[in-house]
Each structure stands twice: as structure tokens, then as C-alpha cells.
């Protein structure tokens, strides 16, 4: 991913607040354990869903079932926003934390290589928690123990950022555009 431009709102910032690097705002997306994930229905109403997801190879990565509303959602728009960060009042007082938006396009991966490598980022990120295998372009939770499949295929799509809000909470709001 090339490195994005990256400039401080000074309208949202406090005096001084500075720029939140693009190493910091990565870091939030390579640690975070939980995403919402923002998608449009057909007739223009909003939909949000927490869901995991990894960063990887400059770009987010999620599951949904194919009959999920935000897979649906996303056959008729593929534009989302994934939001992850603080959520604490205290973060607030104390101006501390950061929260991080990213706008993109959602698009399903089928290509079995990048699938069996993503299914190698999951695991390491949770720990086993997550061990998918990959079968006909989809990931499927595989139960090592019983030796069978636990869910129905699970579709992957990508996110590649087209800009990326980086609020350091009390502090300062930057916009990484790609």
C-alpha cells in the first residue's frame, strides 16, 4: 500500500494537536478486535453490524454468510465504512485514544491462494480461535477436535482504503488520503 497524504483538519484539532502518523493509525487497524462495519440497503437506509476482521497486506479483510444483510447490502453498493477504536468517556477526559474510520469498497476474494493465506492471517491473529479452511472461494470453521465443519461458507471480502479518519480523541483529527 503506498503511504497516504496526510494532512491535520485544523477545523476539528485543538491548537497543537498534530498529526496522527500513518504508523499509529495502521497499528490501530492491525490490533483491533472489533470492527463496525457500515453498508447501504437498496432503498437507501443505513445498516451497521459489528463483525472481526484482519488488516493485511495494506487492506481489511471480513466474512459474512451469503444470505447476511450486509452481503446483500453489498451486491447492490459495495461502498462501506468499517469503524473501530475507543469508546470510553473517560478517553474523552483524559484526551487520550484513538478511533479510526475507513471508507472503501467492499470486493469478494475467490482466488484460492489468497485465500488459504488469509485464512493463515486469521488464525495467527486469534490465536486458533479462528481456524478456517478453504474450500471453492469461500472459508468454512473448521472444528479440528470433532474432525467437522461448524458453519456454512462463509464469503471474504477485502477493503482497500480510499481515505481513513485517524481522531485522537480531545486532540486532533487526520484524514489519511490514498
Known amino acids: 500500500m503506498n503511504e497516504p497524504i496526510t494532512p491535520l483538519d485544523t477545523q476539528h484539532s485543538a491548537p497543537r494537536g498534530g498529526v496522527t502518523p500513518w504508523e499509529e493509525t495502521r497499528q490501530v487497524l492491525e490490533t483491533a478486535e472489533l470492527f463496525w462495519l457500515s453498508t447501504v440497503r437498496t432503498d437507501g437506509r443505513p445498516h451497521v453490524t459489528p463483525l472481526v476482521a484482519v488488516w493485511h497486506d495494506g487492506a481489511l479483510y471480513f466474512t459474512a454468510t451469503d444470505t447476511a444483510q450486509k452481503t446483500v447490502n453489498l451486491r447492490g453498493n459495495p461502498h462501506v465504512v468499517l469503524t473501530t477504536g475507543c469508546n470510553q468517556i473517560d478517553s474523552f477526559r483524559k484526551k487520550e485514544g484513538l478511533t479510526v474510520v475507513v471508507e472503501g469498497d467492499a470486493v469478494r476474494i475467490t482466488d484460492q491462494d489468497a485465500l488459504e493465506r488469509l485464512a493463515s492471517v486469521w488464525a495467527t491473529k486469534w490465536d486458533g480461535d479462528w481456524p478456517y479452511q478453504v474450500r471453492?472461494?469461500?472459508?468454512?470453521?473448521?472444528?479440528?477436535?470433532?474432525?467437522?465443519?461448524?458453519?456454512?461458507?462463509?464469503?471474504?471480502?477485502?477493503?482497500?482504503?480510499?481515505?481513513?479518519?485517524?481522531?485522537?480523541?480531545?486532540?486532533?483529527?487526520?484524514?489519511?488520503q490514498f
Request: hydrophobic residues 35%; proline residues 0%; aromatic residues 18%.
Open 136 to 176: 471453492n472461494g469461500y472459508f468454512y470453521l473448521y472444528d479440528e477436535d470433532e474432525q467437522r465443519v461448524l458453519t456454512d461458507s462463509n464469503l471474504v471480502f477485502s477493503v482497500k482504503a480510499t481515505k481513513v479518519f485517524a481522531f485522537a480523541i480531545g486532540r486532533s483529527q487526520t484524514r489519511h
